[in-house]
């Protein structure tokens, strides 16, 4: 099953929205990327990243409401190795699965179960019961068999359940697969929740449905542009003023990513206690050299100002704390440009003179 997991890596993307995160999988052959609906629900484009390659932008190119499920395209210029292959078989009860994907920001993870029931319906629609561990971040990631075929996309758990996840049959993808390909291949479109037929805007007819007549939600196709307000939007123009690319670092709302040369920054706003972290973790303690490493953070710590170094377990990270009252675009700018900077230059010294292990920012 190893072989079978690594045959993924290049597959599975983890895709961020101002409203969270989500999993997703390349479809080389149809150049899109199958992911949930309510993963990029209200986005015209995401943030996707894998484990080869960086973030980057993917545009929503498809909507289906009644499955959950949703399409971005490819990037152009995206080049990857991996191959996936969608079963077109139904699975059998006790039947063991893996559930891949990106749970709660965790970075490529997969968990293994079997089959509870091959089909149980919710809405009209059937999914794969399955005992494997699907949690949020999950969702969008491919179940897949013991062979490495795809045969569901994992959507929905009961939180009050044990063990009780959800997926979208392969069966039911390959045909929503066929029938996008057949007719709005790279055209921006959405299925009818009423009569299931898709449509694009252009073919609504006054608002609705030109096969049944149903009011269509234009949401599907007109999504809001996110706007930041209060911190979150102090924050952003902060990072855009100091040359980051916000769109790319948001990882949620009050949360943001960035990567600076081999240091990867993360700033969360905690608005329960309202205050704002700003951490690099720069890599994990040696097993040679520790006192000298602790002389030197300390001694670095005694000449730093707004920033100082901590240890977290074996992570050795830089960062500083904010208030959020306290935050503004003068002082703010100052400090995380300062941040930025000196993680980038710390965590090569730190490895090379110390025999610090760089994070995997990867």
């Known amino acids: 099953m190893e072989a079978v997991i690594d045959s993924y890596k290049d597959i599975i993307v983890q895709i961020h929205t101002p409203g969270g995160s989500g999993s997703g999988f390349i479809v080389k052959d149809k150049g899109l990327i199958v992911t949930n609906r309510h993963v990029i629900a209200g986005s015209e484009e995401v943030v996707i990243r894998g484990e080869n390659f960086k973030k980057t932008l993917a545009q929503v190119i498809y909507t289906d409401p009644l499955n959950d499920i949703a399409f971005l395209r490819v990037p152009d210029g995206f080049d990857e ?26 970075r490529f993870t997969a968990t293994q179960g079997i089959v509870s029931k091959s089909e ?60 996008y390909d057949e007719g709005y291949q790279n055209q921006r479109a959405s299925k009818c929740s009423s009569c ?14 030109p096969h049944c007549g149903n009011k269509f939600d ?29 769109k790319l670092s948001r990882v949620g709302k009050s949360a943001w990513d960035i990567e600076e040369g081999s240091a990867l920054i993360k700033i969360t706003h905690n608005t329960q206690n309202r205050f ?43 960062g500083t704390i904010i208030y959020d009252a306290d935050l503004n675009e003068e002082s703010g700018k100052e400090i995380l440009a300062e941040l930025f900077q000196k993680a980038d230059d710390y965590d090569n010294y730190m490895a090379d003179t110390f025999g610090m292990e760089l994070a995997e920012n990867a």
């Open 81 to 106: 190795s991996g191959h996936v292959t969608i079963s077109n078989e139904k699975v059998n009860a006790g039947e063991k699965i893996i559930a891949i994907g990106h749970p709660l920001g965790l």
């Open 120 to 179: 149980r319906k919710f809405n009209n629609v059937d999914y794969i019961q399955v005992d494997a561990a699907i949690n949020p971040g999950n969702s969008g990631g491919p179940l897949i068999n013991e062979r490495g075929e795809v045969v569901g996309v994992n959507t929905f758990i009961f939180r009050d359940g044990e063990s009780l996840g959800f997926a979208l049959p392969s069966v039911t993808l390959n045909d929503i697969l066929r029938e």
């Open 196 to 209: 299931t037929n898709l449509v694009t805007k252009d073919s609504l007819q006054d608002g609705y449905c």
């Open 218 to 246: 234009l949401s599907e196709f007109d999504s809001t542009p996110y706007n930041p307000e209060g911190v979150s939007k102090t924050m952003e123009s902060i990072l855009t003023s100091i040359g980051k690319d916000v």
């Open 276 to 318: 704002i972290y700003c951490d690099a973790v720069l890599g994990s303690l040696p097993k040679q050299n520790i006192a000298n490493l602790y002389d030197y953070m300390l001694k670095e710590n005694y000449d730093l100002e707004a920033l100082s170094f901590s240890v977290n377990q074996q992570n050795i990270v830089l």
